[in-house]
């Protein structure tokens, strides 16, 4: 048994560059449940660069809890069967940089904590890959107590919180660079 | 268009918005002009260095001799964050999801693909060297002239029918992978004036946690292109350049069929608290 003993230096990261196209994407591969699933939403944005130019060559992952908080340990993300909930998924970003997951809301993993969805970014110009969080706007007591955001100046803190849009869906754009870029993550022992 | 458009997804796109900060003619610039660029960041890096700043062991996000890099990298310090719940464990993937003739991609078409036949042979291990079992590892590369099947890449070298360059395996107990494929060309690209990428192969690996997610590029020993290639030295430090360059092995090399090559990948470290049972899961 180990805990946290970091011996080896990690293997650096380099840029997706522009030719992912043909071997990350799959089928379904955005779509975490069916759209007729009960409860579920769309989560969508754009990716911005520095001059608010959309990024069009950008792919995105997101993973996730399900709708009561559990985390799924189940297989089949590559290969969907419209009903296994696995928690993750995977979205190119279209022409105009924008994405769309189809997926439900993540519950909270404990009591009284604020859901979140975890989101990693890689692009073409992108030397490494970029993690932040997707946090739903609804619970406002959790989301005041939440170390990571409490961490963080109000303006930069909203850059992790969605939108709720009037029909249920949830918007997130992500800002690589410049106003109101978003905040990145760095983890300990990365 | 007569280089593809590695790095320039969309010409007119791209280019005009990255030349906007830098200076309109940064796609003429030369080789020289870039190489000088590179080996100016290095020359203070390793000055840092020895004034006992840290060692880098990641690429720099903000490298300008990498032209696309200007207005796509964060200029805010990443904010440091302890992992919570969903980020300390990643999404599972097993045979439902990958199919062992996946990890050969000289077998995807009716015939034998055209080139230098290899074997590419590694593990997958955290930062404490534990394996990572049983985990997606995904590889896409160019032909042995240098080109890819995607509909953007314009370098007017020949598709080979037989080869799409797309793989995937799942790790083993012990962390190892292995793919038998072709030898990959270099090709040039749009960054500067006879800009080229030294011959490598895209790898896409997942850990136990989410925040070991990465995606990097593999090399090979002795490539003449690396001292030019921005991408590849917008990592400061030598040591962790070498991380990305696979060995070439003879015991890997098999008799009249294949060329082998070694390069074991090392994920940031693990953030989960271990238990025995998840160990010798
Ligand atoms: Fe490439």
Not at chain 2, 116 to 129: H, M, N, S
């Amino acid at each position: 048994m180990t805990q946290n003993s970091t011996q080896l230096v990690a293997t650096p990261g380099q840029t997706i560059g522009p030719f992912y196209g043909y071997a990350l994407p799959y089928e379904k591969d955005s779509q975490l449940v069916h759209r007729a699933h009960a409860g579920s939403i769309r989560l969508h944005g754009v990716v911005y660069d520095g001059q608010g130019t959309p990024i069009p060559d950008a792919l995105l992952e997101i993973w996730q809890a399900d709708e009561t908080g559990v985390i799924s340990r189940e297989t089949g993300s590559l290969v969907r069967d419209d009903h296994t909930f696995t928690g993750f998924g995977r979205a190119a970003v279209d022409n105009e940089g924008h994405y769309t997951f189809t997926t439900v809301n993540p519950g909270a993993t404990q009591e009284g904590k604020a859901p979140f969805i975890s989101l990693v970014v890689f692009a073409r110009g992108l030397l490494n890959k970029l993690h932040t969080r997707i946090y739903l706007p609804e619970d406002t007591d959790a989301l005041a107590n939440d170390p990571l955001l409490s961490s963080l100046p109000e303006e930069r803190r909203k850059t992790l919180i969605a939108t709720r849009e009037a029909n249920g869906d949830l918007y997130f754009d992500i800002r690589l660079q410049g106003e109101n870029e978003t905040v990145f993550l760095s983890y300990p022992g990365a | 268009m007569t280089a593809n458009t590695d790095e320039t997804f969309d010409e007119s796109h791209v280019i005009e918005n990255d030349s906007a900060v830098i200076d309109s003619d940064a796609a003429a610039d030369s080789q020289d002009f870039i190489t000088n660029q590179i080996n100016k960041i290095h020359d203070e890096y390793q000055q840092g260095k020895a004034e006992g700043r840290p060692e880098e062991t990641q690429p720099r996000i903000d490298f300008a001799p990498y032209r696309s890099s200007v207005l796509r990298h964060p200029t805010k310090d990443l904010h440091h964050a302890d992992p919570e719940t969903i980020e300390l464990w990643s999404p599972a993937f097993g045979h439902r999801d990958v199919h062992a003739l996946e990890a050969d991609l000289t077998i995807q078409h009716n015939g034998e693909p055209l080139g230098e036949r290899i074997v590419v042979r590694g593990k997958v291990l955290d930062g404490a060297g534990r394996p990572v079992r049983n985990q997606l590892v995904e590889i896409w590369q160019a032909n042995a002239a240098g080109r890819y099947i995607h509909k953007r890449d314009q370098h007017p070298a020949p598709i080979d029918p037989n080869f799409t360059g797309v793989g995937r395996c799942l790790t083993g107990d012990d962390g190892s992978y292995e793919f038998t494929t072709i030898k990959p060309a270099p090709y040039p690209w749009k960054n500067h004036h006879n800009a080229w990428r030294p011959a490598h192969i895209h790898f896409s690996l997942f850990g136990t946690d989410f925040t070991q997610r990465m995606i990097t590029q593999m090399y090979f020993p002795g490539d003449p292109l690396f001292s030019l290639d921005p991408i590849y030295q917008s990592i400061t430090d030598q040591q962790a350049r070498d991380r990305l360059v696979a060995t070439y092995d003879h015991n890997v090399t098999s008799h009249e069929w294949a060329t082998g090559y070694t390069w074991d990948i090392v994920l940031s470290g693990s953030n989960r608290t271990w238990m025995e049972d998840e160990d010798a899961e």
